[in-house]
């Protein structure tokens, strides 16, 4: 249940990394969401369950940094390529 907040975490951060993409907060909120949910999990295997400070620190800073790097990701990849084409 944990995971739980990882995931918030990554609505936050990706919500925040795309706010000035076209897609605009909510779909990089999804992404960031994504990320953060496994990310959440993944830190929850690892170090067990129990909610201590050091533990939420943990969920909601790696949910919010690998949100927001889904978020810069799913801007890259669907950022208009430039350059010319024959």
Same mark, same amino acid.
């Given at each position: 249940?944990?995971?739980?907040?990882?995931?918030?975490?990554?609505?936050?951060?990706?919500?925040?990394?795309?706010?000035?993409?076209?897609?605009?907060?909510?779909?990089?909120? @999804? +992404?960031?969401?994504? #990320? %953060? $949910?496994?990310? &959440? !999990?993944?830190?929850?295997?690892?170090? =067990?369950?129990?909610?201590?400070?050091?533990?939420? @620190? +943990?969920?909601?800073? #790696? %949910? $919010?940094?690998? &949100? !927001?790097?889904?978020?810069?990701?799913? =801007?890259?990849?669907?950022?208009?390529?430039?350059?010319?084409?024959?």
């Amino acid at each position: 249940m944990e995971w739980l907040l990882g995931l918030l975490g990554g609505v936050v951060g990706g919500g925040i990394g795309g706010s000035r993409s076209p897609f605009g907060p909510l779909v990089h909120g @999804l +992404a960031g969401a994504i #990320g %953060g $949910g496994i990310t &959440g !999990a993944i830190i929850e295997s690892t170090t =067990g369950s129990g909610l201590d400070f050091g533990q939420i @620190l +943990a969920q909601v800073a #790696g %949910g $919010g940094a690998v &949100g !927001a790097a889904f978020s810069a990701a799913l =801007g890259l990849a669907t950022r208009p390529k430039t350059g010319a084409e024959s």
